[in-house]
Every structure is written in C-alpha cells, then in structure tokens.
C-alpha cells in the first residue's frame, strides 16, 4: 500500500494539487488525504478511480509493477 500512497502523493503533486484541493476532487475528507498517501489506508475502488481520474492517470499506473523498466532494459 505505501507504493499505491506514494503514486498517488506524486500524481497529486504533478497536478500541483494541495491535499485539500485533491480531496475535493476525490470524494474523501480532507483527513483521510494523509492515510491514503501514507499506505494508511485501504482504498475502495471508487476512491482510486475518482483518484485516477482528477490526477489524468489511468489505474494501471497507480499499479504498474515498480521494475516495469528496468525489465525492459535487460532484454
């Protein structure tokens, strides 16, 4: 869940979105923001596609394995 968090801390950034603005968009109370980027938390999936959806990512982003590339570079 922390690699889920930190996508979702570094999209969130990428908007240049403060927590409060993005939990807006989402859905979700402002407290919850913190949980959800810290792997504190266990999103639904409506949370990670109104998520994926303000941030202009797809969900397979958020869960794309973290050696994608360096699987791809070995070849």
């Known amino acids: 869940m922390k690699r889920l968090g930190k996508r979702l801390r570094d999209a969130r950034h990428a908007k240049g979105l403060s927590q409060e603005q993005a939990a ?9 923001m913190p ?6 938390a266990n999103p639904t ?5 109104a998520a994926s959806v303000a941030y202009g990512i797809s969900l397979c982003d958020l869960f794309r394995p973290d050696d994608e ?4 570079q070995g070849r």
Not at 45 to 49: F, H, P, R, Y
Not at 69 to 72: K, L, Q, V
């Open 69 to 72: 590339g360096a699987s791809e």
């Open 24 to 32: 807006e968009l989402i859905g979700v109370h402002p407290k919850y």
């Open 45 to 49: 999936v409506a949370t990670l596609v």
């Open 35 to 40: 949980r959800l980027e810290s792997g504190g």
